[in-house]
């Protein structure tokens, strides 16, 4: 016996419910939904065969004409002023303004690193790539814990103002890496 995940028993499975063999009843034929449709589709043929010459007499037009509205008075516009005269006009070019601007100290001069390479070639390939842009750059060697690298750099930049400039220049001829560090020899 068959039974499902709540314990009880399924009637496909197992045991027989006693209609294997008989041949399935047959169901009469809906002669009811037949007529119906029959129907339908007679009374909707009727009602178009109705609507056909009904536009061929137009309606008699009903037109609605409403009266003009009648154009207010206008008033006439009052005069323009001759001129005028705002006191400012007269005070702004004479006048003159102060600002105090404190001087900034030079947080000293700057590098931008554009580029860390294993092989002198590929540095030397990015150096080519910057000089291509109107810049100069250096390929410095440097020893570590990892190895040798070659670091591709720019500078010593007197502000982080051109710094910044040489790397939006760059940024716009694709060299998207260089990071902007203090100067050091």
Sequence with gaps: MARDYAGKRSPGRGRSNGRR???????P????????????????????LT?????????????VVAPKPQPKPQKPLPKAP??????????????????????QQSQGPYQLQ?????????????KATIAFQGLESQVRRTEGK????????LGPLDTKRHGEAARHKLQKAGINTCQMWKWTN
């Design 29 to 48: 034929f809906p002669w009811v939904l037949l007529l119906s449709v029959m129907a339908l589709i007679g009374l909707g043929g009727f009602g178009l």
């Design 82 to 103: 001759e001129k005028n005269s705002w006191e400012y006009e007269k005070a702004l070019p004479n006048k003159t303004v102060e600002v105090d601007v404190e001087q």
């Design 21 to 27: 063999g008989k041949a399935k009843a047959k169901k």
């Design 114 to 126: 554009c580029g860390s390479f294993r092989t002198q070639s590929q540095a030397d390939s990015m």
């Design 51 to 63: 609507i056909r010459g009904a536009s061929d007499n137009p309606a008699p037009s009903t037109e």
């Design 146 to 153: 990892n190895g040798v690298w070659y670091r591709v750099v």
